[in-house]
């Protein structure tokens, strides 16, 4: 199974917020393909996979030192 924002364990403010994030990298992708009218969903896909593996996985060293990482250190609070 490949991960997917709608696989990710997000808050609702934390789902809205990388759904937007990920529009403006698709639409950004999109402009740079040159506006093509067709594959709008694959701007999505690869807009998609990278906010996950950018900007949602947590950093390394985190997991190596066995912290917490912090965007995850509030929700684990909040619970």
Do not use: C, Q
Not at 6 to 32: G, H, N
Not at 46 to 69: C, S
């Amino acid at each position: 199974m490949s991960t997917t924002l709608t696989t990710l364990e997000l808050l609702p403010d934390e789902m809205a917020a990388a759904r937007e994030r990920i529009r403006v990298l698709a639409y950004e992708k999109w402009l740079e393909a040159g506006a093509p009218d067709d594959n709008s969903l694959s701007f999505w896909v690869d807009a998609e996979r990278a906010w996950i593996e950018h900007e949602y996985v947590p950093h390394r060293d985190d997991l190596d030192l066995g912290r917490v990482p912090s965007h995850l250190e509030k929700r684990r609070v909040a619970k």
